[in-house]
């Protein structure tokens, strides 16, 4: 009697604990959250995550660019005034070395001078490449231009006119040097307001490039927040569209095994709810 009592103890609470787990299940899939097909679904599922990563990368990659072109500006600024400079001193140790050579008549400080000259060109030629798209900036290189063609003009002049024995000047050697100096302060001066007006523009720059990078590093640690919180979305929404709705299903098929009452039909138009109205 005692084992009799024992087992139909077991079974009131296996009875118990199965409707308790059928109305739990019965509460969860009642009524789908989204009401469409199964192959719906999973294009929700599937796609929805999909076009947050696409619009996501697509930010991430407009402000990278932004911030690759702010770093080339930058760049091109510092070539800018590195060129600026290196005219600056190869017209000075231009004019030095031919004014020492005539001198002195050394031969390495003739070929130092005409090494000079041939660069200023070129350096020149660069700096208006590095600058295509700033009208004031070029309007000073070409006063560096006018400066420094005057400049080779008069040395190539003084060159020609340092005919005399070594520590000896020619009449007209020295006004053309002291007019050489004036030319010289002149490009200094030059020089300087293209390196000011270059500093200008890139003290510009800078609120911009910082923007950017404010920008991309709210997009990077946004972005990551809101993709964990789609992906928790996306999971609830699988479990409650489709895994908790074939347990129920699962569920109501072992009881048509054992013929046990079955649950109430699940919610929905979807194949699972159209399975489920068969038993």
């Known amino acids: 009697a005692f084992t009799l009592r024992r087992f139909a103890w077991f079974r009131e609470q ?3 604990q199965s409707r308790r787990c059928s109305y739990k299940l019965e509460k969860k899939v009642r009524q789908p959250i989204l009401n469409l097909s199964l192959g719906q679904k999973g294009l929700v599922l599937v796609g929805l995550p999909l076009l947050f990563e696409l619009i996501f990368v697509g930010m991430l990659a407009v402000l990278l660019r932004q911030s690759e072109l702010e770093a080339t500006r930058l760049a091109k600024s510092k070539d800018r005034i590195a060129t600026a400079s290196t005219v600056s001193k190869l017209f000075s140790n231009a004019g030095a070395a031919l004014a020492l050579n005539g001198l002195t008549k050394s031969p ?3 070929q130092q001078g005409s090494v000079s000259l041939r660069k200023i060109p070129n350096e020149i030629d660069q700096l208006k490449a590095l600058c295509p798209d700033s009208s004031r900036q ?21 060159n020609g006119q340092t005919k005399a024995a070594p520590g000896k000047q020619d009449a007209a050697f020295v006004p053309n040097s002291e007019l050489f100096a004036k030319l010289v302060g002149k490009l200094d001066g030059e020089v300087a307001e293209f390196l000011k007006e270059e500093s200008k523009l890139t003290r510009s720059r ?3 490039e910082s923007r950017t990078a404010h920008l991309l590093n709210l997009v990077l640690w946004y972005g990551t927040v809101l993709n964990v919180l789609l992906g928790l979305m996306v999971a609830k929404l699988f479990y409650t569209s489709v895994s908790a709705r074939l347990q129920a299903l699962t569920d109501n098929t072992i009881r048509l095994a054992r013929s046990q009452p079955l649950t109430p039909a699940i919610g929905g138009s979807d194949e699972i709810a159209m399975l489920d109205r068969v038993f």
């Open 206 to 208: 800078l609120p911009v």
């Open 14 to 16: 296996r009875c118990y």
């Open 108 to 110: 390495a400080l003739a």
């Open 138 to 158: 070029l309007e000073n290189i070409a006063k560096i231009q006018d400066t420094t063609n005057m400049g080779i003009a008069l040395i190539k002049k003084l």
